[in-house]
C-alpha cells in the first residue's frame, strides 16, 4: 500500500518536519493556510480517526498542546484553527489521519485559501518553529 504521509513518516518523501514522538509526527503543509501551517499525523497508518485507535487519537491531541505555542511563537501568531476533514465527503484529500493546526493573528483575515511558499520558505519557518521547541526543552 502506497500512503503520501506514511512516506513522509518513514523518510521517504522530503517534508519540513518539525515535532516527532513515539507515536506521532508532525510537518508543515506544502499548501499553508497561514505561516506555520502545520499536520501532525499518527505513525501507524489508519486512513482517518475513527479507523485508529484510542491511543493514537488521544497522542494527536496532546501533541497539538505541546507544539502549538512554539507554532504560534514562531510565527508571531494569537491563535489558531485546529481542523480535520474526516471522510471524502469532509474534503479529505490524504487517506492518513492528520490534523491541520493554523496559526492565526489578531487582525488578519482567516482565510482557508492555500498559498505556494518556496521550499526555502518552508524550511525557514520550520527551522524557527524547531527553535521555539528547543528553547521550550531546554528551560522545562
Ligand atoms: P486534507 O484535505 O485534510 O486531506 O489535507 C491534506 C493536506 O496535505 C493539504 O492541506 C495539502 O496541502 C497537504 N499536503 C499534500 N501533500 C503534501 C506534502 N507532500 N507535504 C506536506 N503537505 C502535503
Ligand atoms: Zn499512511
Same mark, same amino acid.
Do not use: W
Given at each position: ?12 518523501i ?17 499548501? =499553508?493556510?497561514?505561516?506555520?501551517? $502545520?499536520?501532525?499525523? =499518527?505513525?501507524?497508518?489508519?486512513? #482517518?480517526l ?7 487519537a ?22 489558531? #484553527?485546529?481542523?480535520? #476533514? ?14 491541520h493546526?493554523? =496559526?492565526? *493573528? #489578531? ?5 482557508f485559501t492555500k ?11 520550520a527551522? *524557527? ?10 528551560? $522545562?
Amino acid at each position: 500500500m502506497s500512503c503520501l504521509f506514511c512516506s513522509i513518516v518513514a523518510g521517504d518523501i522530503p517534508c519540513s518536519k518539525i515535532y516527532e514522538d513515539e507515536s506521532v509526527f508532525a510537518f508543515l503543509d506544502i499548501g =499553508p493556510v497561514s505561516e506555520g501551517h $502545520t499536520l501532525v499525523v =499518527p505513525k501507524v497508518h489508519a486512513e #482517518n480517526l475513527q479507523a485508529g485507535s484510542a491511543p493514537d487519537a488521544e497522542a494527536l491531541m496532546a501533541a497539538v498542546y505541546r507544539i502549538a505555542p512554539s507554532i504560534m511563537k514562531a510565527v508571531g501568531a494569537d491563535g489558531y #484553527n485546529l481542523g480535520m #476533514n474526516h471522510g471524502e465527503c469532509a474534503g479529505q484529500d490524504v487517506m492518513h489521519t492528520h490534523l491541520h493546526i493554523m =496559526p492565526r *493573528k #489578531n487582525g488578519v483575515s482567516r482565510s482557508f485559501t492555500k498559498t505556494h511558499p518556496s521550499m526555502e520558505e518552508l524550511t525557514a519557518t520550520a527551522e *524557527k518553529i524547531r527553535a521555539e521547541l528547543q528553547n521550550l526543552a531546554n528551560v $522545562t
